[in-house]
């Protein structure tokens, strides 16, 4: 299984989150573009780590929304969300490059994320960039969404994934933010639901039914509180229980 977290969204003297130690723990990096957080030197470092520890890297692409953290919804005209993924992913390209790394897949984020996940006139915007960039990048996407199956048709590769720290909702989808109980925080009980996921392919919901989610990777938002612990938790839980971690992609186990 694939552990990703969401890194490099530190800005200037904003601190945002710990990717130095989440490093060591995921088998892939989400990495801002610069458009909803991140700073060139900020994201460069993030390369940088990642490349010394063999992780994988991804182009954490998002909606021109700094102020809001790109989670904030956004009708973007289509040819201009297609440049802008574009230029997102040229960006990160050339700082991977020097940071002697590669960019292998695409995750949008936040409200872009989201969006896609159901409305197909953005999502054939997304799905044209990495076309016009590099279809063999991978395109990671929300578990059981409409995109998932459309990205595929266009050709993409498509991981699929699931949230650790994410409460869903009877249909299998992420309950809103703003609603009570949607960030879960407790490192033990994300752990061992993420095991169950992995053992029986189910999530609990916020009701108390079990969803069934097809995922090839799991992510930890870097900004969430105690990101860190989580992931530590999930990780060494999986270990000892006999589930090996590697990028999606991979050969090998970490």
């Keep these: 299984m694939d552990l990703n977290s969401d890194l490099g969204e530190s800005f200037g003297a904003w601190a945002m989150g710990d990717d130095a130690t989440m490093l060591e723990i995921v088998t892939s990096a989400n990495v801002a573009c610069g458009f909803h957080a991140g700073d060139p030197n900020g994201i460069l470092t993030t390369l940088r780590a990642a490349a010394e520890r063999g992780v994988q890297v991804g182009a954490h692409v998002g909606y021109r929304d700094l102020a809001g953290f790109g989670r904030r919804n956004m009708d973007v005209a289509s040819a201009d969300l297609t440049a802008e993924v574009i230029y997102q992913i040229g960006a990160l390209q050339g700082l991977a490059r020097a940071a002697g790394t590669k960019v292998s897949y695409v995750k949008p984020h936040g409200a872009l994320y989201n969006t896609i996940a159901h409305d197909m006139r953005q999502a054939e915007a997304v799905i044209a960039a990495l076309g016009a960039v590099d279809p063999s990048l991978t395109l990671m996407v929300l578990a059981g969404s409409p995109l998932e199956q459309r ?40 752990a061992q639901r993420m095991l169950r996921f992995v053992r029986e392919g189910v999530i609990r919901s916020i009701n108390g039914r079990d969803v069934r989610v097809d995922a090839q990777s799991i992510c930890v938002h870097g900004d969430s509180p105690g990101a860190v612990e989580m992931a530590r938790q999930i990780r060494a839980l999986f270990l000892r229980e006999g589930v090996s971690l590697a990028a999606f992609g991979a050969g090998g186990a970490a």
């Design 151 to 190: 990205a595929r048709q266009a050709g993409l590769s498509v991981v699929a994934e699931a949230f650790a720290d994410r409460a869903y909702d009877d249909g299998g989808q992420l309950v809103s933010r703003k609603l009570p109980g949607a960030v879960l925080h407790d490192a033990d009980v994300v």
